[in-house]
């Protein structure tokens, strides 16, 4: 493919050895962000609509438009631009972008800007690729939370809720080690579900909430009935009132709301979304309490009751809270912070799914 440079403001921009250069010097910039500043300076002057954008320089691969409006804003700070005076690139409201800066041209100039090498290895297709992508990535932010979670109950029960002979360590793991599962299962089939209606639907679509309910109801659902099953066979009786269909359903729709009422802002990043879970996923957590849910510990202290000898009490957690048992005040306390912690991290890791850069770009930092 032919090539040119151009040079504009001080910046010279050579296509056949895709550098950005500043005064002779290099300046960093990632391929595909590189393949959007030369799709832009070789249309100077002309809109370059969003969709031209997505075929030029994603070349098919779904994302959303803030993997865009997160492209043009690097591209600003990397030309020392800014949106409200643009000195090279201007935006056009619903539209797209375009390049008015003044620059001079040597060479032939392609209609399209020079592609990176293609992959030698079979790569997914785009849409198994995305939902793969927001899947682990979400299901992942669920784990950070299940550590922290996990890590915090651990400790506790070791030092408040067993005797002083049980072995402490052993109870922090096992607790900890309880609470990462519980948080990757619910945690990544709520994210499948929530990036399986992404690909559907889009971004923006309601269908995310749907998407994150049903996926909660469905693992919510699966989880007691074996959990249910298991404490019958082994046990010849079963726990009463462990969480399940309703939990799952409630914690699901606050990932799926929070990772949809972000979408509707341009400018939303990660953090954004994380705290929009983490909101959502507290209120999810305290009607869980009020309604009679319950949620990890909750669960934990039903099972302790069913298992004769067990040697974990959460009761004496619920001396923290004023209270004789694992009662209303403690099962709201640990509600809350789980469905905070849960909704938070996998919203957070929903978001970083989908906005970041497919294949061969680098991670974004926002």
Excluded at 84 to 89: A, V, Y
Excluded at 220 to 225: C, D, Y
Aim: aromatic letters at 6%; proline letters at 6%; glycine letters at 14%.
């Amino acid at each position: 493919m032919e090539s040119a440079i151009y040079r504009f403001a001080g910046f010279e921009l050579d296509t056949a050895e895709r550098q950005l250069r500043r005064d002779g010097a290099d300046v960093p910039l990632n391929a595909r962000y590189l393949d959007a500043l030369i799709l832009l300076v070789r249309a100077r002057g002309q809109l370059v609509t969003k969709d031209r954008f997505m075929d030029a320089v994603w070349r098919g691969i779904p994302v959303t438009d803030e993997a865009l409006t997160q492209c043009i804003r690097t591209l600003r700070r990397t030309l020392g631009d800014e949106a409200g005076d643009p000195r090279f690139i201007a935006t056009v409201p619903k539209y797209g972008y375009r390049f008015v800066g003044t620059v001079e041209g040597e060479g032939p100039e392609p209609p399209h800007p020079p592609v990176s090498p293609a992959p030698t290895a079979p790569q997914p297709l785009p849409a198994q690729s995305l939902i793969w992508r927001m899947g682990t990535t979400g299901a992942a932010g669920a784990v950070a939370a299940g550590v922290i979670g996990g890590l915090t109950y651990g400790v506790l029960g070791a030092t408040l809720a067993v005797p002083a002979q049980s072995g402490a360590l052993s109870f922090v793991l096992v607790l900890a080690c309880i609470t990462i599962a519980v948080a990757a299962i619910g945690g990544g089939a709520v994210a499948f579900g929530v990036a399986a209606a992404v690909q559907r639907g889009g971004a923006r679509s309601p269908l995310v909430i749907v998407g994150g309910a049903l996926a909660g109801l469905i693992v919510g659902a699966v989880a007691k009935l074996l959990g249910i099953d298991a404490f019958a066979l082994l046990l010849g009786r079963a726990p009463e009132g462990i969480t399940g269909a309703p939990e799952g359903v409630a914690l699901g729709t606050a990932v799926g709301l929070a990772f949809w009422i972000t979408t509707r802002r341009a400018d939303s990043t990660k953090r954004h979304a994380g705290l929009a879970g983490m909101l959502l996923g507290a209120a999810a957590g305290l009607i869980i309490a009020l309604l009679g849910g319950r949620l990890l510990a909750g669960s934990i202290d039903v099972l302790t009751q069913t298992m004769d000898g067990a040697r974990l009490d959460l009761g004496r957690i619920g001396a923290l809270f004023g209270e004789t048992g694992f009662g209303l005040r403690s099962r709201i306390v640990t509600s809350v912070a789980e469905g905070a912690l849960f909704g938070g991290f996998t919203a957070a890791g929903l978001w970083r799914g989908v906005a970041a850069p497919p294949v061969d770009q680098p991670e974004l930092h926002d």
